[in-house]
Nanobody
Framework: QVQLVESGGGLVQAGGSLRLSCAAS????????MAWYRQAPGKQRELVAA???????NYDDSVKGRFTISRDNVQNTVYLQMNSLQPEDTAIYYC??????????WGQGTQVTVSS
């Protein structure tokens, strides 16, 4: 059984910071490549940050230099540190494997709202 639980979202003013957490179980308990996605109203879900099992990272241009993806010591929790937040970052944020599609399992996500 697969489970992904995102947390840490909230309301923050522009320029502020948040740290999102993704607790993984089931098929995602083991060491895996993981990624953060976001979806704003009326827009497609997009990948914003990815982390491979080997430690390499990749970021969407819109968040480079502001967001950092990492995982904890037991490698079953993935984090997204978000700094210098902008209103354009407002979205529901999800974690999943890189390459996940809408046909795959997704958690409920966590809402991030950035005010002007």
């Amino acid at each position: 059984q697969v489970q992904l639980v995102e947390s840490g979202g909230g309301l923050v003013q522009a320029g502020g910071s948040l740290r999102l957490s993704c607790a993984a179980s089931g098929s995602f308990l083991s060491i895996n490549a993981m990624a953060w996605y976001r979806q704003a109203p009326g827009k497609q879900r997009e990948l914003v940050a990815a982390l491979t099992s080997g430690g390499s990272t990749n970021y969407d241009d819109s968040v480079k230099g502001r967001f950092t993806i990492s995982r904890d010591n037991v490698q079953n929790t993935v984090y997204l540190q978000m700094n210098s937040l902008q209103p354009e970052d407002t979205a529901i944020y999800y974690c999943n494997a890189p390459g996940a599609t809408m046909l795959d399992y997704w958690g409920q996500g966590t809402q991030v709202t950035v005010s002007s």
